[in-house]
């Protein structure tokens, strides 16, 4: 198998397994340009110190780039800055390099100055276009971004918002290959049993009445995740025996609780060894973001993987390929709580039928895997050899 180089921001939880998996089958190095995630650095959105607490450097090669901006990090554009990239990437003599982001200022040095003839470029995103602009500045930065793709011999894209955005982009469809968003969905579903066990004992332990339903919020309680969106919505659709639980953390905490009626709780943030916990407790989990940024959502793969239906906004990047209306369910207009609060009352006005959602959800996403992902990334790969 050819020689892989991935280059990526810092250690992910969801990635650090696609990567062993890799490993398996594949020769290659993961070069990271950021520690965050394996040492104890506060989270701007969590508005706390945060660690993952699942190992996240085993089972595959890999190797620290340097990284020396002042203030490091992927919330600004100077947060990656690692002058020794080009030259470790090189020192591996990869056939291909595989990136995962570009939008920092190591990164955009990398495009310019890696030379293809060393080895092609690969690139895996997720941006979308669910919310169009338009005028001068729109066009201006559909040509720049344009620019930057065809540094790429091949695409890949983890669903169909990401698909049609990549060919608004102009990038031919002959060089797409879909690699879906997943998780690692054998840790979550080798622990369902295990997970509704204990979420019996948390949801006692939070002051939740055993025979009352939970509708779950799980992430960082900030303004582009409209936790404030759910909790009106919620209020308005005045569903008897459902409480509400935001679980996380985030500089919109104080007025959530300040705003919250008694059937509505709050945990702390939960780390990774809990999330499958985390998910068992609720009968609905709901993702309201609003914006271009929620390129996917992979809490939804999560929540799904414990078999839990689910409520998403229109501008989740996931919606179209993991939520059917009515089939594992519902989807509502971003920033509307009036249809948010409608989809609450429909979602819980037949019992059965949401668990059947929770079931069609966990069938659903067995096909969102890392063997799906890695399959197309190797169809990518053989699409750079001149009989591939």
């Excluded at 990284?67 to 090189?90: C, E, M, R």
């Excluded at 979550?188 to 204990?198: L, R």
Aim: proline share 5%.
């Amino acid at each position: 198998m050819k020689r892989l180089a991935i280059v990526t921001s810092h250690p992910i939880q969801y990635y650090a397994p696609w990567f062993r998996h890799l490993a398996t089958v594949a020769n290659i190095r993961v070069f990271y340009l950021w520690d965050f995630g394996i040492t104890e650095q506060a989270d701007q959105g969590f508005q706390q110190v945060v660690q993952w607490d699942i190992p996240l450097l085993s089972g595959y090669d890999y190797e620290f780039v340097q990284n020396v901006s002042s203030a490091p990090g992927t919330y600004h554009f100077w947060g990656l800055q690692n002058p020794t990239l080009i030259d470790q990437v090189k020192a591996f003599q990869p056939d291909a390099v595989l990136m995962m982001n570009y939008n920092y200022a190591s990164l955009y040095r990398f495009l310019w100055q890696w030379n293809s003839d060393w080895a092609p470029l690969l690139f895996r995103g997720d941006s979308h276009r669910l919310i169009p602009t338009s005028g001068l500045k729109a066009t201006l930065r559909r040509e720049v971004i344009s620019q930057i793709y065809r540094k790429f011999s091949a695409c890949l894209y983890v669903g169909k918002a990401n698909y049609e955005y990549l060919r608004f982009h102009r990038v031919p469809a002959e060089r797409l290959f879909f690699s879906p968003h997943a998780i690692d969905n054998q840790r979550f579903m080798s622990q369902i049993e295990t997970a509704h066990e204990t979420a019996i004992d948390w949801k006692h332990a939070l002051g939740i009445p055993a025979a009352t339903s939970v509708i779950l919020f799980a992430g960082k309680l900030e303004a582009k995740k409209r936790p404030l969106d759910l909790l009106q919505a919620f209020v308005k659709a005045n569903l008897p025996n459902v409480a509400l639980l935001f679980v996380g953390a985030g500089q919109l905490e104080s007025e959530l609780r300040s705003q919250a009626p008694p059937n509505v709780y709050f945990a702390p943030f939960q780390n990774q060894s809990l999330m499958p916990r985390t998910y068992a407790i609720a009968d609905l989990f709901v993702l309201p973001s609003y914006g271009a940024w929620e390129t996917w959502g992979l809490a939804i793969n999560e929540a799904m993987c414990l078999a839990r239906p689910v409520v998403v906004s229109s501008h989740v990047g996931c919606a179209q390929d993991l939520v059917t209306p009515f089939e594992n369910g519902l989807l509502f207009a971003a920033g509307d709580t009036d249809a948010l609060a409608a989809c609450l009352r429909e979602a819980f006005s037949d019992r059965s039928r949401l668990q059947a959602w929770g079931a069609a959800s966990q069938a659903r996403i067995a096909q969102y895997s890392y063997t799906q992902a890695t399959d197309g990334l190797f169809q990518a790969i053989a699409s750079l050899q001149p009989n591939g």
